[in-house]
């Protein structure tokens, strides 16, 4: 059984001053910490002023890089390294959604989980391995860790959106369209958006269509959400 490793990180409460009625969860990307993505806090809270933000270090130190954290060591990336990595992680990660969510009084419908590159990983790789689906994951710049047995192992179907720059250098841009061929097949409705010209990143684009997507899927509009994919 794989060890649960206490997490923590930055954190942004509802830009409305009360309780927190939705959880949005930032997953950050290898060598980086929470830090780096709490700074989207201010932007969605526009949008949800009654949602809290909070945006965790991942469980390790990060082994390619002098400084930030990792999910789990990406120096071997063959699949089952991948996959060995992340089932390795989804312990601590899925514990630390358990206790985010009793400390506001929240429930699954009320989550949305968003990664960045190793981030991405991690979010589509717990969230679906999750009995409950979260009201929605956005994932920027990554990959579906694929083992070959995802329809067994999926357990929900949360809305997706997928969003990576068609000049990603990291994180080859080829693997959107690979996760969304995976996941449609597993019944999880996938939206996937191309940036042109963007290398490993969020650009401004990126982060509206990721707003859009925010009030859609916690206004619970399925048909809006399952939309047809701008590229891909």
Known sequence: MS?????????????????AEKLVILLHGLGADGNDLIALAPLFG???????????????????????????????????????????????????IDQELERHGLEEKDLVVVGFSQGTMMALYTCLRRPNACAGIIGFSGLLIDNGRMEEEIKSHPPVMLIH???DPVVPFECMAAAEKTLSACGV????????????????DGLVMAAGFLQVVYDKNPEDIAGDPEEG
């Not at 909070?54 to 469980?59: E, G, K």
């Open 189 to 204: 409705p996938v939206q996937t958006h191309a940036r042109p010209e963007l290398e490993h990143g969020i650009d401004q």
């Open 46 to 96: 526009q949008i949800l002023p009654e949602a809290a933000f909070v945006a965790p270090n991942a469980s390790e130190a990060c082994d390619m890089a002098p400084n930030g954290y990792q999910w789990f060591s990406l120096q071997e990336r063959e699949p089952q390294s991948l996959h060995q990595g992340a089932e390795a992680a989804r312990a601590s990660l899925d514990a630390f």
């Open 165 to 167: 720059g068609e000049e």
């Open 3 to 19: 060890s649960v490793t206490p997490l923590d990180g930055p954190r942004s409460e509802p830009a409305n001053g009360g309780a």
